[in-house]
């Protein structure tokens, strides 16, 4: 079945330091790829998302590229702040559209 | 403003005392889902709802109901609760199935069961 397996964390950087969390991804056919941010305290947010192949998807500084021939969605910012401290997520669509098959979340905490 | 709202926001109950999480969404979506959120597991869904009184299991139903008899609200119950489903439950609504984008997340309601 479909699944998602992103890097354990908890990832502690100082601000500015360039973040890489990784996220790679099993599933039949060619699922939408997904990174969600949860602030605390709060519900999840759409962080940017990728459709297809070689899609980049970016946000707020954020990017992710949908690599299908490693089967990875990494997500990646070049210069970290304090305010980016949260739990990411990555997720990909199921086949049937039902539902969002995420990941066990990485926490980034960042420190000035 | 477009949003989700939970009630309770925090709930502690003992074993075997029915309660109700009420979702409500002000959007007119269509499709609607609960999710519960549990440290190293991530986000699992339980059940989600395409439309009016259309309801399916997700992956983890077992010991929870749902209902939707109104566009605008999704309730979870669960009829006898046990201490491991103490978590954070978070419902989420989209325009309809598939629309993740455009996918609405409620604040959660983290649930403690002794």
């Known amino acids: 079945g479909n699944s998602v397996t992103q890097m354990e964390g908890p990832v502690t950087l100082s601000e500015e330091a360039f973040l890489t969390i990784n996220c790679t991804y099993t599933?039949?056919?060619?699922?939408?790829l997904f990174w969600y941010v949860q602030y605390p305290g709060e519900g999840l947010q759409l962080l940017l998302k990728?459709?297809?192949?070689?899609d980049k998807g970016s946000n707020k500084g954020f990017e992710a590229t949908y690599r299908k021939e490693t089967t990875s969605f990494h997500l990646e910012k070049g210069s970290v702040q304090v305010s980016d401290s949260a739990v990411y997520f990555c997720?990909?669509?199921?086949?049937?559209?039902?539902?969002?098959?995420f990941g066990k979340g990485t926490t980034l905490s960042v420190s000035s | 403003e477009a949003q989700v709202t939970q009630n309770p926001r925090y709930l502690i109950t003992v074993t075997g005392k029915k309660l109700t999480v009420t979702c409500s969404q002000n959007m007119n979506h269509e499709y609607m889902s609960w999710y519960r959120q549990d440290p190293g597991l991530g986000l699992r869904q339980i059940y989600y709802s395409m439309n009016v009184e259309v309801t399916d299991k997700g992956d983890v139903p077992e010991g929870y109901k749902v209902s939707r008899k109104e566009k605008r609200n999704f309730p979870l119950i669960l009829e006898s609760p046990s201490p491991n489903q103490t978590s954070l439950y978070f419902c989420?609504?989209?325009?309809?199935?598939?629309?993740?984008?455009?996918?609405?997340f409620g604040p959660g309601t983290r649930l403690l069961v002794l």
């Open positions: 989420a609504s989209s325009p309809s199935t598939g629309e993740w984008e455009t996918q609405y």
């Open positions: 990728a459709t297809k192949a070689d």
């Open positions: 997720a990909l669509s199921d086949q049937a559209g039902t539902a969002l098959i």
């Open positions: 599933a039949t056919g060619y699922p939408s």
